[in-house]
């Protein structure tokens, strides 16, 4: 299993846990609350554990970082500040995420790096003193970092000693399912029997090799319908798929059928080179890699935090931009009469159906031309403004209110035509799995001049890689090319 593996999930820093499948009292019974009343009302109560842990960690690094500012200095907005933007960035981070095997070890790099930007974003830029020496400010950010990060990390102890002591109780631990065999395997449920204080309980093994062959298609509500069953037959809350010993598409199909019925699912990598070097939530049991998974459906915070980026620039852009979208509407109505707008149907995240609005530069030859025809470069149907629009990518514009709507991001693969993406989807390995994450207005392979007509499979293999390894640093990196990509006209 290479990269690609468990594409159609990917890792996550956070995620939702589903509650189990409860069971409705016999028919004829009196209850004061209706069945998704109850259940909610369980879910809510197994959050509250982890909503208080995520809350004491914040209220101790807020504590710390503060506290010591305001010891080393004489200012009460500075510590302020610096502690609400320590307790941001470990949150941002993914620092304050309920993770199973608890280190403070883990804690010590993250934890530095961010007490040292958050003294000197506030400290030494947004409020720095005036007149301070250079030498004076250097002792003082480390006599800052060094006495906070041993507070942040005494107070941590007792933090985690709380966490392991709540997860050992018998009626906390979760119902766990090993899918694979092998020494592994072995190894990892010897290991999860030692320690209560990882919270699981290993009630069911499953081989892949003894269930019926996953159905083939990537994009199957059920990819793997026996093993489903099997899993809610034994009420599983936590899934360990082991990679080891099984075929790819078997693995894959296990890691997604378990992701859309479990909690919570890790992939455990026992084989070199499979889990990529930034993977997020990656962590140790018994020694072995496991990285957490989930479901393309699931909202994480970092999605949220993408959108909102995406809303903010979009907006934005819009306003500032406004007088050359109405120049450029105003031209293509004085070439080509009315309509000055072409729409047309894509697909977007999660195989959803949506229209996209660019300047018209072409007219198709016949209703359906453009639905079905992978490029219209005849010299008849395309303007000296549609020709020009196209080259300067202005034609594009419109998208921006895709973007506001939510149907596109600034930066995703590029949408396909519904006729396209049964096409493609039928005939190129992965394809569909770039529908993870919401379409972009310019993607990672548009960049690096995979446009037109192009290889549809290095397209795939770009948008993939580009969506397994997601940072907003990357986004930014993206944006950027793409602004370089379009002054200097690259491919065109």
Same mark, same amino acid.
């Given at each position: 299993?290479?990269?690609?593996?468990?594409?159609?999930?990917?890792?996550?820093?956070?995620?939702?846990?589903?509650?189990?499948?409860?069971?409705? !009292? $016999?028919?004829?019974?009196? #209850?004061?609350?209706?069945?998704? /009343?109850? *259940?909610? %009302? =369980?879910?809510? @109560? &197994? +959050?509250?554990?982890?909503?208080?842990?995520?809350?004491?960690?914040?209220?101790?690094?807020?504590?710390?970082?503060?506290?010591?500012?305001?010891?080393?200095?004489?200012?009460?907005? !500075? $510590?302020?500040?610096?502690? #609400?933007?320590?307790?941001?960035? /470990?949150? *941002?981070? %993914? =620092?304050?995420? @309920? &993770? +199973?095997?608890?280190?403070?070890?883990?804690?010590?790099?993250?934890?530095?790096?961010?007490?040292?930007?958050?003294?000197?974003?506030?400290?030494?830029?947004?409020?720095?003193?005036?007149? $301070?020496?250079?030498?004076?400010?250097?002792?003082?950010?480390?006599?800052? *970092?060094?006495?906070?990060?041993? @507070?942040?990390?005494?107070?941590?102890?007792?933090?985690?000693?709380?966490?392991?002591?709540?997860?050992?109780?018998?009626?906390?631990?979760?119902?766990?399912?090993?899918?694979?065999?092998?020494?592994? $395997?072995?190894?990892?449920?010897?290991?999860?029997?030692?320690?209560?204080?990882?919270?699981?309980?290993?009630?069911?093994?499953?081989?892949?090799?003894?269930?019926?062959?996953?159905?083939?298609?990537?994009?199957?509500?059920?990819?793997?319908?026996?093993?489903?069953?099997?899993?809610?037959?034994?009420?599983?809350?936590?899934?360990?798929?082991?990679?080891?010993?099984?075929?790819?598409?078997?693995?894959?199909?296990?890691?997604?059928?378990?992701?859309?019925?479990?909690?919570?699912?890790?992939?455990?990598?026992?084989?070199?080179?499979?889990?990529?070097?930034?993977?997020?939530?990656?962590?140790?049991?018994?020694?072995?890699?496991?990285?957490?998974?989930?479901?393309?459906?699931?909202?994480?915070?970092?999605?949220?935090?993408?959108?909102?980026?995406?809303?903010?620039?979009?907006?934005?852009?819009?306003?500032?931009?406004?007088?050359?979208?109405?120049?450029?509407?105003?031209?293509?109505?004085?070439?080509?009469?009315?309509?000055?707008?072409?729409?047309?149907?894509?697909?977007?995240?999660?195989?959803?159906?949506?229209?996209?609005?660019?300047?018209?530069?072409?007219?198709?030859?016949?209703?359906?031309?453009?639905?079905?025809?992978?490029?219209?470069?005849?010299?008849?149907?395309?303007?000296?403004?549609?020709?020009?629009?196209?080259?300067?990518?202005?034609?594009?514009?419109?998208?921006?209110?895709?973007?506001?709507?939510?149907?596109?991001?600034?930066?995703?693969?590029?949408?396909?035509?519904?006729?396209?993406?049964?096409?493609?989807?039928?005939?190129?390995?992965?394809?569909?799995?770039?529908?993870?994450?919401?379409?972009?207005?310019?993607?990672?392979?548009?960049?690096?001049?995979?446009?037109?007509?192009?290889?549809?499979?290095?397209?795939?293999?770009?948008?993939?890689?580009?969506?397994?390894?997601?940072?907003?640093?990357?986004?930014?990196?993206?944006?950027?090319?793409?602004?370089?990509?379009?002054?200097?006209?690259?491919?065109?």
């Amino acid at each position: 299993m290479g990269a690609q593996g468990f594409a159609g999930l990917g890792t996550a820093e956070e995620t939702t846990t589903f509650p189990p499948v409860f069971q409705d !009292r $016999a028919p004829g019974s009196r #209850t004061g609350r209706t069945a998704s /009343q109850r *259940v909610f %009302g =369980r879910h809510l @109560l &197994r +959050r509250l554990p982890a909503a208080g842990y995520r809350f004491s960690l914040a209220l101790l690094d807020f504590s710390v970082a503060s506290g010591v500012a305001l010891f080393l200095g004489d200012s009460p907005a !500075r $510590a302020v500040l610096t502690g #609400t933007a320590l307790a941001t960035m /470990q949150a *941002v981070t %993914g =620092r304050y995420r @309920l &993770r +199973r095997s608890l280190s403070l070890v883990d804690e010590v790099a993250p934890s530095m790096t961010h007490l040292l930007l958050a003294d000197l974003a506030v400290n030494r830029i947004l409020l720095a003193p005036e007149g $301070a020496p250079l030498q004076l400010a250097t002792v003082q950010v480390a006599a800052f *970092v060094l006495a906070a990060l041993l @507070l942040v990390l005494a107070g941590r102890i007792p933090v985690f000693e709380a966490a392991r002591r709540f997860r050992a109780r018998p009626e906390r631990r979760r119902a766990t399912a090993v899918i694979g065999t092998g020494e592994v $395997a072995d190894r990892l449920a010897a290991h999860l029997d030692r320690h209560a204080e990882l919270g699981l309980t290993i009630t069911a093994r499953l081989d892949p090799h003894e269930l019926d062959e996953p159905t083939p298609r990537t994009d199957a509500a059920e990819d793997w319908p026996e093993l489903t069953q099997a899993l809610r037959r034994t009420r599983i809350r936590v899934v360990l798929v082991l990679c080891e010993g099984a075929h790819p598409v078997r693995v894959d199909a296990a890691a997604r059928a378990a992701a859309r019925y479990a909690g919570e699912v890790w992939a455990v990598v026992s084989t070199p080179g499979v889990v990529p070097a930034g993977a997020r939530g990656r962590e140790f049991l018994a020694g072995v890699p496991v990285v957490r998974i989930l479901d393309a459906t699931q909202i994480t915070l970092a999605h949220r935090a993408k959108r909102l980026f995406d809303l903010a620039v979009a907006s934005a852009l819009v306003m500032a931009l406004g007088w050359l979208m109405l120049t450029c509407a105003v031209a293509v109505r004085l070439e080509g009469g009315p309509g000055v707008l072409f729409r047309q149907r894509r697909i977007g995240r999660l195989g959803r159906e949506f229209t996209l609005v660019k300047f018209r530069t072409v007219r198709p030859s016949t209703e359906h031309h453009g639905d079905t025809s992978w490029s219209v470069d005849h010299q008849r149907l395309v303007g000296p403004v549609g020709r020009f629009l196209r080259k300067s990518s202005l034609d594009e514009l419109p998208q921006l209110w895709n973007v506001i709507r939510g149907d596109m991001s600034l930066v995703g693969p590029r949408p396909e035509r519904p006729h396209f993406v049964a096409t493609f989807g039928a005939s190129v390995p992965n394809y569909r799995l770039r529908h993870r994450m919401p379409v972009g207005m310019t993607g990672w392979a548009q960049v690096n001049g995979l446009r037109g007509d192009t290889s549809i499979e290095d397209r795939v293999r770009y948008d993939n890689y580009y969506i397994d390894h997601w940072s907003f640093a990357a986004d930014l990196r993206i944006l950027l090319m793409t602004v370089r990509s379009v002054i200097v006209r690259e491919g065109r």
